[in-house]
């Protein structure tokens, strides 16, 4: 599901395409329903509840009784897809009992694929859309790939760069010796987390459960984990609102 979706991403990139803005003051394209309308397409076949960022909004008091779920970024980046800056991608996520259990994020430009349940992976180069598992699996790196170095690499986000992060970061700087900071787009950022080619990405600005529930899978699965800023305790799932509390994803413990 999310190597087609990445394909019909791809027709749209590939135009000059229009953007539409939501109630949100978010952009919206036609890349965005066409990967949605995809997804929905394939996963609908498992029969379970669907939760996608373009599509219907399921009332809380029918949410709360799924004990398993699937949630959907059909095109996590459209800021990204916008600028054309290659950073974007395609996450789905099964969540079971508030948990993401599975995560898929796909990069669609550099056709990367990471992929995790109980172990986590990435693939690079993928060619073929109907891959098996077991393709996937032996083509695949399993993660993290831990590294010695002598820095923290720290990941902002290049829109959401507010003080509270910077108080953040400045805080790591007092505590590791040399502190770098990189910036990427969209769940892009969860899987470095996840590779081990970064440590530490906090959040102190506005995301969706959809946003990270893939990431956040794929990371628990390499070792790493996301938790709350505030309790320190990891992110819950299906809430009644959405919206996530300001978060800190971490890596496998690495020896710098």
């Given at each position: 599901?999310?190597?087609?979706?990445?394909?019909?991403?791809?027709?749209?990139?590939?135009?000059?395409?229009?953007?539409?803005?939501?109630?949100?003051?978010?952009?919206?394209?036609?890349?965005?329903?066409?990967?949605?309308?995809?997804?929905?397409?394939?996963?609908?076949?498992?029969?379970?509840?669907?939760?996608?960022?373009?599509?219907?909004?399921?009332?809380?008091?029918?949410?709360?009784?799924?004990?398993?779920?699937?949630?959907?970024?059909?095109?996590?980046?459209?800021?990204?897809?916008?600028?054309?800056?290659?950073?974007?991608?395609?996450?789905?996520?099964?969540?079971?009992?508030?948990?993401?259990?599975?995560?898929?994020?796909?990069?669609?430009?550099?056709?990367?694929?990471?992929?995790?349940?109980?172990?986590?992976?990435?693939?690079?180069?993928?060619?073929?859309?109907?891959?098996?598992?077991?393709?996937?699996?032996?083509?695949?790196?399993?993660?993290?790939?831990?590294?010695?170095?002598?820095?923290?690499i720290v990941l902002a986000s290049r829109s959401h760069l507010n003080k509270t992060t910077?108080?953040?970061?400045?805080?790591?700087?007092?505590?590791?010796?040399?502190?770098?900071?990189?910036?990427?787009?969209?769940?892009?950022?969860?899987?470095?987390?996840?590779?081990?080619?970064?440590?530490?990405?906090?959040?102190?600005?506005?995301?969706?459960?959809?946003?990270?529930?893939?990431?956040?899978?794929?990371?628990?699965?390499?070792?790493?984990?996301?938790?709350?800023?505030?309790?320190?305790?990891?992110?819950?799932?299906?809430?009644?609102?959405?919206?996530?509390?300001?978060?800190?994803?971490?890596?496998?413990?690495?020896?710098?």
């Amino acid at each position: 599901a999310a190597l087609q979706a990445g394909e019909e991403i791809l027709k749209v990139y590939n135009t000059a395409f229009a953007v539409q803005q939501k109630t949100d003051n978010s952009p919206l394209t036609q890349a965005d329903r066409n990967a949605h309308n995809t997804i929905v397409k394939i996963v609908e076949k498992t029969k379970l509840p669907i939760v996608s960022e373009e599509g219907a909004q399921v009332a809380y008091s029918t949410r709360k009784t799924w004990k398993q779920f699937w949630m959907v970024d059909p095109l996590d980046g459209t800021k990204e897809f916008v600028n054309r800056n290659d950073e974007f991608t395609v996450n789905i996520a099964l969540i079971e009992q508030g948990v993401p259990t599975m995560g898929v994020i796909y990069v669609p430009v550099s056709k990367t694929l990471y992929f995790a349940d109980k172990e986590a992976y990435k693939v690079k180069n993928i060619t073929h859309l109907n891959c098996s598992l077991p393709h996937l699996i032996q083509n695949a790196q399993q993660l993290p790939v831990l590294q010695k170095r002598s820095s923290c690499i720290v990941l902002a986000s290049r829109s959401h760069l507010n003080k509270t992060t910077k108080d953040y970061i400045n805080e790591l700087k007092e505590k590791h010796q040399n502190v770098l900071i990189s910036s990427k787009g969209s769940s892009l950022k969860l899987c470095l987390i996840a590779a081990g080619e970064a440590d530490v990405y906090p959040r102190f600005s506005p995301t969706m459960e959809w946003d990270i529930a893939a990431g956040h899978a794929i990371i628990n699965a390499a070792g790493g984990g996301v938790m709350q800023a505030k309790t320190k305790q990891p992110l819950h799932y299906n809430k009644e609102n959405l919206l996530n509390p300001s978060f800190v994803a971490q890596g496998k413990l690495i020896l710098y």
